[in-house]
């Protein structure tokens, strides 16, 4: 469609055909960052959940979810969830993008809140972490969870 016959729809943010068309491509899941760490740990053995409610009536999804030990890993990118190292405030729509950045840094700490009042680990990592760095975090943590010894204080 030529970009003079483009119209956004209605309550569309996009300000242009090819804004709106880069917009779409971005995947919320399946990213290559996430599938280099899901691959290291699924090699060491583990096996998760991926894009999974870590609880059953939580709105939000978690890039992999280990439930029996009640851990919830997720692979945050750069821009969207404003790494302190790399984010950069974009030039065309700084409000609206700012805005929203914002709102996702604070709806990830709501989200760890929820998560550890109910009992989780949560690990994040940006993706711009070494895949092998990232991964070692999760399997050390899994497996020192899986082991973790029951509570001694009952009777001997």
Known sequence: MPQEDWVAPAGSWASSAARR???????????????????????????????????????????????????????????????????????TNPGYWSDKVARNIARDRDTDRQLEEAGWTVLRFWEHEAPETSANEIVLTVNRLRHKPEDDTGPS
């Open 21 to 91: 068309r880069n917009m779409q491509a971005i995947r919320s899941r399946d990213t290559k960052p996430e599938q280099l760490v899901r691959r290291l740990v699924h090699a060491q053995g583990l096996r998760y959940r991926v894009s999974a409610k870590p609880l059953p009536d939580f709105r939000r999804t978690a890039d992999m979810v280990f439930r029996p030990t009640k851990v919830a890993v997720f692979i945050d990118g750069c821009y969207w969830h404003g790494c302190p190292e790399h984010y950069v405030a974009p030039k």
